[in-house]
T-cell receptor
Framework: GENVEQHPSTLSVQEGDSAVIKCTYS??????FPWYKQELGKRPQLIID?????GEKKDQRIAVTLNKTAKHFSLHITETQPEDSAVYFC?????????????????FGKGTHLIIQP | EPEVTQTPSHQVTQMGQEVILRCVPI?????FYWYRQILGQKVEFLVS????????KSEIFDDQFSVERPDGSNFTLKIRSTKLEDSAMYFC?????????????FGNGTRLTVT
């Protein structure tokens, strides 16, 4: 099965600086890579995702890059703000259209606790 | 914006007891999931459900677990005989379809405490 490794486990940056979180995956069949933000005691919320047919995707201050050859993908947050403080999880899975249309579960990384220092 | 809703928000039970965690997925969604998160750890996939049957289950989802969609709106996770190590936050999630353009939506979770 898929195995997702995520680093670092904790990241502290000054407000306004950039933050980068990195993940590697093991299953070369994985083709979908979402990132979730989880605030304390709340649900994981999707912030950005990337498919394997593109190498980079950007949404305002957030970007994700994917290197399929090396099997790693990264989350980049620029101009960090206090409200960016949270735990961020990367995930991976292979999307296939089975005969029944079933969809497999995501494999998550262990999470990165991002701390934005004022 | 429609949300996945879960009840109860917190469930305390004694070891060996049965618990049922309830979820109402987003109404037009077709794929349903249960994930769990032990305190301070990563989110782990338990089971996916489509067309009234299990699509996939993880190694965690052993014989003590079962899922059911008893009617057109609810999706339940039953743990038959709870163990201390079942203590975790359980998240229900749903997706509209199986394509790339159907993101996964999580509920707020049920915190299960087994004493």
């Amino acid at each position: 099965g898929e195995n997702v490794e995520q680093h670092p486990s904790t990241l502290s940056v000054q407000e306004g600086d950039s933050a980068v979180i990195k993940c590697t995956y093991s299953d070369s069949a994985s083709n979908y890579f979402p990132w979730y933000k989880q605030e304390l005691g709340k649900r994981p919320q999707l912030i950005i995702d990337i498919r394997s047919n593109v190498g980079e995707k950007k949404d305002q201050r957030i970007a994700v890059t994917l290197n399929k050859t090396a099997k790693h993908f990264s989350l980049h947050i620029t101009e960090t703000q206090p409200e960016d403080s949270a735990v961020y999880f990367c995930a991976a899975r292979a999307f296939f259209m089975y005969s029944g249309g079933g969809a497999d579960g995501l494999t998550f990384g262990k999470g990165t606790h991002l701390i934005i220092q004022p | 914006e429609p949300e996945v809703t879960q009840t109860p928000s917190h469930q305390v039970t004694q070891m060996g007891q049965e618990v049922i965690l309830r979820c109402v997925p987003i109404s037009n969604h077709l794929y349903f999931y249960w994930y769990r998160q032990i305190l301070g750890q990563k989110v782990e996939f338990l089971v996916s459900f489509y067309n009234n049957e299990i699509s996939e289950k993880s190694e965690i989802f052993d014989d003590q677990f079962s899922v059911e969609r008893p009617d057109g709106s609810n999706f339940t996770l039953k743990i038959r005989s709870t163990k201390l190590e079942d203590s975790a936050m359980y998240f229900c999630a749903s997706r509209a379809g199986s394509s790339y353009n159907s993101p996964l939506h999580f509920g707020n979770g049920t915190r299960l405490t087994v004493t």
